[in-house]
């Protein structure tokens, strides 16, 4: 469902009975909620790598989007935008980023599809472990890894329109240590934004208005509110603004993955996410800890993230089993249960159809 180009605002409203509401604002009259179509079962594919090196990951991503172009019908080729984006995960901070050999992959197979070098952006949230992961450049060398592709930081705030946000109830913007509204009022001044400011999430535009199609290449860890961070969160919390609201709350948090996932322009132009396993972190995250990682030489692609994430989920608590963890619980991914509710994808990892390419 594409939301018309008139100037006038209203409201969209992604209903669903066990969820907080939520709206998504755009430049449009919208038509009516409708109930949630549920996501395509497509499969998940996987390719063993012989290693983590840029050769291995060429040809890996190259078979897995073939694979995904064939039997999904979706061409990843330019169309009337001519842009594509790449949303990268550096949130856990250094040790713990979307491996850059995998980046090149993606943007080689995208550049044998048509695309121009200028064409391919990379999107971040924070600047500074954007720097410390290596994406931005170095403040010492001014060395960058991908000199020709634009880099777009979030949190600037030049990559988001106003007139495309994501509308919660939800507590505003709290100090994570007095757990006040807005550090100024708590020294009884004066907020420097207001209620309705901060009830805005504004969305990362760049992906769904100015690409063609954007592709996800999240990292997982576990995560003490949702659960699972990876495919959906990549995508949500960490790809909009005023989103550290929602991780205060177990009760709220599941709630805004799940709705702003199922945000229609952001599904459509969201073709899949492509997802490395060559570190993963299974207790203590989201901030990294070496001690509490594991590394498969796999990587896997898909347009259900929610299948993505339960696939995952389950990897998380083998591993939390094996060296003495308490395994994630039922209540801790509500979100994942919430996003199938919404038609994002498919929980039921039992069930995932795993599609293994090349040599095994």
């Not at 901070?93 to 695309?115: C, D, M, N, Q």
């Not at 619980?329 to 390419?357: I, K, P």
Request: glycine share 6%; net charge neutral; with cysteine.
């Amino acid at each position: 469902m594409i939301l018309s180009v008139s100037r006038s605002c209203r409201i969209l409203t992604l209903c669903l009975a066990t969820l907080l509401p939520a709206w998504l604002h755009g430049q449009t009259a919208a038509p009516a909620a409708a109930k949630p179509v549920p996501a395509p079962r497509l499969p998940v594919w996987e390719m063993n790598l012989p290693d983590f090196s840029e050769a291995a990951y060429r040809y890996a991503v190259e078979q897995v989007l073939q694979e995904f172009e064939r039997v999904s019908g979706r061409a990843l080729r330019p169309g009337p935008k001519r842009k594509v984006g790449l949303k990268i995960y550096t949130d856990s901070g250094p040790g713990l980023a979307t491996p850059f050999p995998l980046v090149r992959a993606v943007i080689a197979s995208l550049e044998k599809r048509g695309y121009g070098r200028e064409n391919i952006f990379l999107v971040g949230l924070n600047p500074l472990r954007l720097r410390l992961t290596g994406f931005l450049p170095s403040f010492a060398t001014g060395e960058a890894p991908f000199p020709e592709h634009p880099v777009f930081v979030l949190e600037s705030g030049k990559f988001y329109d106003p007139v495309w946000f994501y509308d919660s109830p939800l507590p505003a913007r709290f100090d994570p240590v007095t757990n006040d509204r807005d550090v100024e009022v708590a020294a009884g001044g004066k907020a420097s934004t207001t209620i309705e400011e901060d009830r805005k999430s504004f969305l990362a535009t760049p992906l769904f208005v100015d690409a063609d199609f954007w592709i996800n290449l999240p990292v997982y860890t576990d995560h003490p509110v949702l659960g699972v961070n990876g495919a959906l969160v990549n995508a949500t919390l960490w790809n909009a603004s005023n989103t550290f609201r929602f991780f205060k709350s177990p009760a709220t948090a599941p709630a805004a993955v799940a709705e702003m996932a199922a945000i229609p322009e952001l599904r459509e132009t969201w073709a899949l996410s492509l997802v490395s396993l060559q570190l993963y972190q299974f207790i203590g995250g989201p901030y990294f800890n070496s001690l509490y990682t594991v590394s498969e030489p796999r990587l896997w692609a898909s347009a259900d993230p929610v299948l993505l994430d339960s696939m995952m989920l389950e990897r998380l608590n083998a591993a939390r089993k094996r060296t003495g963890f308490a395994p994630i619980g039922d209540d801790e991914t509500r979100m994942l249960d919430f996003a199938q509710q919404l038609g994002v994808g498919h929980r039921a990892a039992a069930d995932a159809s795993v599609v293994r390419l090349g040599p095994r």
